[in-house]
Nanobody
Framework: EVQLVESGGGLVQPGGSLTLSCAASGFTFGNTAMSWVRQAPGKELEWVSTVYSDSRSKSYLASVKGRFTISRDNAENMVYLRMNSLKSEDTALYYC?????????RGQGTQVTVSS
């Protein structure tokens, strides 16, 4: 059974930073691209970032490029999203996803709220 468990969300002021973590199990993590997606209140699910299985290639939504960094640890079956210079428009429920784009499986999500 695929399991994806996100953590690390919270309330942060504009300009602040957070690091999200995702613990993965139930599939061959080291062979699988992993993504982060988010859903803001009243909006559709939105892809944020993807890291390929070997970490050599990473891609980002234009609005987060230069502020967010995706990474993974294949030894620990973990994927991370470091978020710097957070803006109010980054407020959303963030999901870890197996695969590309919106993923074939997602976790329960972790809430990120950017507000003063």
């Amino acid at each position: 059974e695929v399991q994806l468990v996100e953590s690390g969300g919270g309330l942060v002021q504009p300009g602040g930073s957070l690091t999200l973590s995702c613990a993965a199990s139930g599939f061959t993590f080291g062979n699988t691209a992993m993504s982060w997606v988010r859903q803001a209140p009243g909006k559709e699910l939105e892809w944020v970032s993807t890291v390929y299985s070997d970490s050599r290639s990473k891609s980002y939504l234009a609005s987060v490029k230069g502020r967010f960094t995706i990474s993974r640890d294949n030894a620990e079956n973990m994927v991370y999203l470091r978020m710097n210079s957070l803006k109010s428009e980054d407020t959303a429920l963030y999901y870890c996803a197996r695969g590309f784009a919106l993923g074939t499986d997602r976790g329960q999500g972790t809430q990120v709220t950017v507000s003063s």
